[in-house]
Structure formats: C-alpha cells, structure tokens
C-alpha cells in the first residue's frame, strides 16, 4: 500500500506546461513544495491487532468482488508554509470505476484547481479544463499496474490509489503494517462504522469502516509524520455500487480547441 502517493495526490499533483529548445509543449508532473522533512520521534509501536488485519482484509475482498462503483471523496489537506503554518485546502473528486475491463475516470477539483484522468484499458489520459492541455500515453492492460506505471514514469500518483490496490489481486497487506488497533466505533454520515488506525514507517492512517454486509471505508485520514508539523489529508467517501457502465464511459473526446502535448516528468515547485 502507497500512504505516501495517496498523501501528496488527494489535491496537490498537478502539471505544468515547459517549452524546450524545439518549441514543442510538453506536460510535467508538478509536485508540492514541502518544508525540508525532519523525522520525528515514533513513539512506541502497538501491537498489530489480528483483527484489525482481518477487517482490512474483509473490506478488501469486498471492494474486489464490485464490477463497477462510483465514488465522491470530499478531501481536505493541509499544505505548509515556510513558517510551518498550515493551510488547508478543500477539493471533491469523482470516480467512475470498471473491475473487468479495468477502465475508470477521475475528476479533481477544487476552487482554482482541476485535472481529469481517463484508463480506458490501453492509454492513460491526463486533461487540465483550464489550460485546455491533454496528454496521452499507451498505458498496461491493468488498473493496478497503470497507477504503478504512470507513477514510476511520470510522478503521478492518482488521488486515493490505494482504493484500486485495496480492490486489486494484492489487496490490504498486512506485513506493511507496523501498528494496527480498534479505535471504537462512529457515525459517519449516520451510517455505524468500526474506526481503525495503523502506522506505516512514517505515515499514520486512520480508516472509518461501514458495519454490516458491504465493509466500504467512508473516511480516512493520513498523517505524515517525516514533516515535524504533521500535515495530514482527510477524504470522506460516498458510494454507489455496481452502476451500469460501457466503454463510452472512459472515452475521452477532447474539446475542439483543446491542444494534446507530450508528458515528462519534472521535479517542480507546486501546483498550477
């Protein structure tokens, strides 16, 4: 599991149009800026609760055995300032997702911020509305393994990534594990939920799991612990299951005066 690629890709990740020596636009990954990481002291490690495990395990198996669902994830994230003063952003992201034919569709977007991306089973698409810039490159015959590829290849890391892991051949893995207990039980949105948390290295992560026949997570929490601050991403997630898809669905049909560019990877300074 990716706490890391699902912490910095709730909001921030974005791309940013370069020019080089040709004059030929490209796209680069753009990732946030961050204070210098200072490790802070892990306080004694908890046992990893078999049960805890096994409630993962449930929620995975469950999440594997949908043929399509769709998700809202209302996100807030923390980002910091040089003064370690924190500022929280606060986005929604949409997904469409097909199991077999793996496909799915992501929209992002927050107040001055929005992408879309598109896995039709053979390419993978990242479109910015704004800029009216699009990317396409060929993309694996699976779901797990593009979210893998275009995050080695291109430093994206799709909001919420480890949803298609969770819900993939691997599912929850319990040797990453360093912590795992029962909080206790809450309400989310009216709906009981058995409240988890885990460590993993240096990422804390709290899971809000629905009680009952359809173990769906309806919140997590993320906290990075490499920043003294501990900034941490929040999302809230609304389901609906097995909705009727068809490979229209994730096609993308770019706008008339939309421009396709190439996709590299950049280190770069934040989002745009």
């Not at 490209?26 to 204070?35: C, D, K, L, N």
């Not at 949803?163 to 990453?176: D, I, Q």
């Not at 795992?180 to 058995?194: E, K, N, Q």
């Amino acid at each position: 599991m990716n706490r890391v690629g699902l912490f910095v890709g709730g909001l921030c990740l974005g791309f940013v149009i370069v020019t080089q020596s040709s004059g030929e636009p490209q796209m680069a990954a753009s990732r946030p800026a961050t204070t210098p990481a200072t490790a802070s002291q892990a306080p004694p490690l908890q046992k990893v609760d078999p049960d805890a495990v096994k409630a993962l395990n449930e929620m995975s198996a469950y999440l594997k055995s949908l043929s399509s669902f769709e998700l809202t994830s209302e996100t807030s994230l923390d980002l910091v300032a040089a003064d370690d003063q924190k500022i929280q952003l606060d986005g929604v992201a949409h997904y469409t997702v097909r199991k077999d034919p793996g496909a799915f569709v992501i929209d992002v977007a927050s107040d001055d911020w929005n992408r879309r991306y598109i896995y039709n089973g053979a390419q993978f698409t990242l479109y910015a509305p704004k800029f009216g810039y699009y990317a396409t490159v060929p993309a694996p015959a699976t779901i797990e393994a593009t979210v893998d590829d275009v995050a080695k290849r291109f430093g994206i890391s799709l909001p919420l990534d480890d949803l298609f892991r969770w819900s993939g051949p691997g599912g929850a893995r319990a040797e990453t594990l360093d912590a795992g207990f029962l909080v206790g039980t809450a309400a989310i949105g009216g709906v009981p939920t058995r409240h988890y948390a885990f460590r993993e290295g240096d990422i804390d992560w709290q899971v809000w799991i629905q009680q009952g026949a359809q173990p769906l997570p309806l919140k997590l929490v993320i906290v990075n612990r490499r920043d003294a601050t501990d900034p941490a991403y929040v999302a809230r997630l609304t389901w609906t299951l097995n909705p009727p898809v068809t490979d229209e669905d994730f096609k993308f049909s770019p706008p008339a005066d939309a421009k396709r560019i190439r996709m590299i990877l950049e280190q770069l300074g934040g989002p745009s």
